[in-house]
DNA sequence: CGGCTTGTTCCGTTATATGGAACTTAATTT
DNA sequence: AAATTAAGTTCCATATAACGGAACAAGCCG
């Protein structure tokens, strides 16, 4: 979603760009195709990606198209496991499903995507692991618009202007006037919904999460599919999805010192 | 447990050292740690972290202490979605997990380490995530001692010799003549265990995976709790995980051309 | 307050990444 | 099969970006 398309800080960030295109492809790429993607001469392209190769952060396959490397996995599951804000909302999202039976997530905003951090299922979901790490865009979303109902006025004008709508279903938000009156609901309510907005029959309630100074802004959501769990039921949890971002965002003060 | 400490082989490798350097550490490590883990000059230092932060990789707490960034969690659920030996195993490790009822493991080979690609749980378990990704000593589990026993002697060799053993359990093997012992029998029967080796109260059975010029090695798992199935029951289920190992190859081979 | 640790910035030097072109190998066409 | 084109790989002089010493700023502790 986040097309990261060519800000090459340095040598790493071209290394980064080479990985971004691979991992935004949805068909495998040879070498030629990336060639065409990262504006590089042949010769300086061939040799990041034999860097990349050996860090093995890209592999080859027999085909000679490129996937993206194990390390890749073996950093973020340390990153999963290590990271603060995860670790301090887990046991809050836990209590929040043990309350609603219904699979909970935890997000945080990253430019026009929410990134999903962590999330605790009602059954064994089919494919669930893809969903941890994975970016959607905020605006078809209940942790991602609860995220950016978070964010100061100033920010947040300056971020949805720049968004593109793509219609994911007939219910989701195309416009920037009912993603700003949704906004503004939020903000009265503390609470967000997915009316089915990103897929189809199903539909979520969220809350926004925040730091003080909102140097981070992130959501919780409890989802369910929508031929089991009405709208209004979906509702009645307000509170209790509230009380959960709330004791999330406690936990988080008082485990950050004040401020920098 | 693989620690990669220190070598560093351009921009790009060094980098990552810090990376790693951060993904290793149990504690967080603040500025002057890393400085003592990784050894460069601090201006040095204090730019490659600015760059790493700059890229989303690393990030910094409030008490100035380092994490690794929400970018990795991205690029590693595309790297896991888009794994094609993951994805041609994905059906047969389902069906391994629908004859057995109990959690089934992909993992592969890397270095002495297992690194788990995927994994079909039981039931809902509770700090599943943080599985995948997840490196183990190759020698203390089944996937592991599966995959090894699949590398041609040479390289098994060159590989096992540099192992230093670990005492996980009361059961895990501590020598070189008894891995090598086990490693012979594996070769024989197809099939391999682990004896609550790793962690106990947890034995599982296994086999190993491998490409026709073993050009990758892994091994597919079913494991359980000792005190609900019995060893016996476990030695009952070998043709059905040789069977899934089996098609998996069967699938790979098929999908990649014959040789580059 | 003064010394000491920790974190950040600057800038001349050096090493490293760059990219054009030549070369090799594989695929496609006649 | 030979010829033609495309795809992938290697080389090397050059320019750029990383380096690292040192100076600077900010906390922390006695």
């Known amino acids: 979603m986040n097309d990261n398309g060519g800000n090459a800080t340095g040598t790493l960030g071209k290394a ?101 951090l962590d999330k605790v299922e009602s059954r064994q979901a089919v494919r669930m692991h893809s969903q941890i790490g994975n970016a959607s865009p905020a605006y078809c979303t209940g942790v991602g618009k609860a995220a950016l109902a978070a964010l100061p006025d100033m920010e947040l004008d300056k971020l949805i202007s720049t968004i593109s709508f793509r219609r994911h279903t007939e219910h989701t938000l195309t416009s920037l006037e009912a993603l700003r009156g949704e906004i503004a609901e939020i903000r009265q309510t503390g609470i967000a919904f997915d009316r089915q907005e990103h897929e189809p029959g199903i539909h979520c309630i969220a809350a926004p999460i925040h730091s003080r100074d909102r140097d981070f802004v992130a959501g919780i959501s409890t989802t369910a599919p929508a031929y089991r769990i009405s709208i209004e039921q979906l509702t009645e949890w307000a509170p209790l999805v509230r009380a959960a971002a709330g004791a999330i965002m406690e936990d988080m003060t008082s485990r950050l010192g004040p401020k920098s």
């Open 16 to 116: 980064l760009d080479v990985l971004q295109a691979v991992a935004s492809s949805p068909h495998p790429l040879r070498f030629t195709d990336l060639l065409q993607l990262v504006p590089q001469p042949r010769g300086t392209l061939h040799r990041q990606i034999s860097n990349l190769i050996q860090e093995g952060l890209l592999s080859v396959r027999r085909d000679h198209s490129y996937e993206l490397g194990l390390t890749l996995l073996t950093l973020a599951s340390r990153a999963w496991a290590g990271n603060q804000f995860r670790t301090v909302a887990e046991p809050h999202l836990r209590q929040l499903h043990e309350q609603t039976g219904e699979t909970v997530h935890l997000g945080v905003l990253k430019g026009l995507d929410v990134i999903y």
